[in-house]
């Protein structure tokens, strides 16, 4: 049961794409807390996928753990199905799934693999699911869609990660603005564009990232997945369903 009965999602049901670990299990964990049911999705760790789920059922909500690798069309469209069948009252749909390139294996692929993962899972499984849910959550007149960003792909950011990055961030971005105005009035669509969370890679990211976030960030600390979390709370509550179309930054005051 939710906590308190600001951003109630009470009798509500969501999906959270890539909700194993990290950034997407906080958003699963937030929602859970604000009263909705959960599918929890996950392509390769599935031990992790059941540990966000076990911990959705301690909120006490119900919780349907779903594989499907997004860069697979056809995995994609059975994934719309399933989640609509195990929830069919679902009006939230998380885009959070996307490519790690900064840590593990992905770290030492090409710029070129680096560049076509990335079209396939941040792009094209974010384009493809946001529109099979939307055409669903529009014959149903009701729901939200959220998407997420990056803070620095409009102003760039050196290096092959940010030419990276800001090429699939800023594709995102401009969908979400288009799915908007297709979808309203009934459904709503936002995306949050983070800054600088510390996830994996910012644990053991070196002095020179350290220092770097300190300053870029007025604030003068890294952000949490928790903060992200709290604001994909927010935007697909009633208390923000005047707001469609916008790019949210959640990055501690950073320059854009």
């Not at 906080?26 to 009263?35: K, S």
Request: proline share 2%; aromatic share 8%.
């Amino acid at each position: 049961m939710p906590e308190n009965q600001f951003a109630s999602l009470n009798d509500r049901a969501a999906i959270v794409t890539g909700s194993s670990s990290g950034i997407g299990r906080e958003i699963a964990l937030e929602l859970a807390r604000g009263g909705a049911d959960l599918v929890v999705h996950y392509n390769s760790n599935r031990e992790g996928a059941e540990e966000t789920a076990r911990q959705i059922r301690d909120l006490g909500q119900t919780a349907v753990v779903l594989r499907a690798d997004l860069a697979d069309e056809v995995a994609t469209e059975q994934l719309v199905e399933d989640a609509f069948t195990a929830f069919p009252h679902l009006d939230i749909w998380v885009n959070n799934a996307g490519v790690d390139l900064l840590t593990g294996a992905a770290k030492d692929w090409s710029y070129e693999t680096k560049l076509q993962r990335l079209f396939e899972i941040d792009v094209r499984g974010t384009v493809l699911l946001s529109r099979a849910a939307g055409r669903r959550f529009a014959e149903s007149k009701r729901g939200t869609i959220i998407t997420i960003g990056w803070d620095q792909a409009e102003r760039g950011m050196e290096g092959d990660s940010g030419e990276l990055f800001a090429t699939a961030k800023n594709a995102i971005m401009g969908f979400t603005r288009s799915l908007a105005l297709s979808l309203a009035p009934d459904v709503r669509v936002n995306c949050i564009a983070p800054g600088w969370i510390r996830t994996a890679w910012g644990e053991t990211a070196g002095n020179v990232w350290q220092e770097r976030v300190l300053r870029e960030t007025p604030l003068n600390r890294w952000g949490t997945p928790g903060d992200i979390a709290n604001c994909v709370r927010y935007l697909v509550s009633d208390q923000a369903r005047y707001l469609t179309g916008q790019v949210f930054y959640v990055n501690g005051g950073a320059e854009r």
